[in-house]
Nanobody
Framework: VQLQSSGGGLVQAGGSLRLSCAAS????????MGWFRQAPGKERELVAA??????STYSTNSGRFTILRDNAKNWVYLQMNSLKPEDTAVYYC???????????????????????WGQGTQVTVSS
């Protein structure tokens, strides 16, 4: 799976951005996906995760961040609303290498659960 993320930029506090992740490779539709972020001097952390079938989602900022996927088009999105300066970071999409035991309804929360990573897109929120 190859991942290409886009949609980052500079936005004022309170604004919105929609990040997109285009995936190629025949396993995308069977891969659980996630969005992570890494701010300068900090560890890469989970932002949101979604199951293989898109029916189970998790967000560390529920109410502000929503993860979506379109398996027909091989895209994953992160809709970010009410952005804050502390959301400033490089955002990465990630894909899990599916196994035969993976549930279609399960999402994954740890960096180690993911095998493939996009190049990252910068999000900067000004105050």
């Amino acid at each position: 799976v190859q991942l290409q993320s886009s949609g980052g930029g500079l936005v004022q506090a309170g604004g919105s951005l929609r990040l997109s992740c285009a995936a190629s490779g025949r396993t995308f539709g069977t891969s659980a996906m996630g969005w992570f972020r890494q701010a300068p001097g900090k560890e890469r952390e989970l932002v949101a995760a979604i199951s293989r079938n898109g029916q189970s989602t998790y967000s560390t900022n529920s109410g502000r961040f929503t993860i979506l996927r379109d398996n027909a088009k091989n895209w994953v999105y992160l809709q970010m609303n009410s952005l804050k300066p502390e959301d400033t970071a490089v955002y990465y999409c990630a894909a899990r290498q599916p196994t035969s035991s993976d549930s279609y309804y399960r999402y994954y929360l740890n960096r180690e659960d993911y095998a493939y990573w996009g190049q990252g897109t910068q999000v900067t929120v000004s105050s």
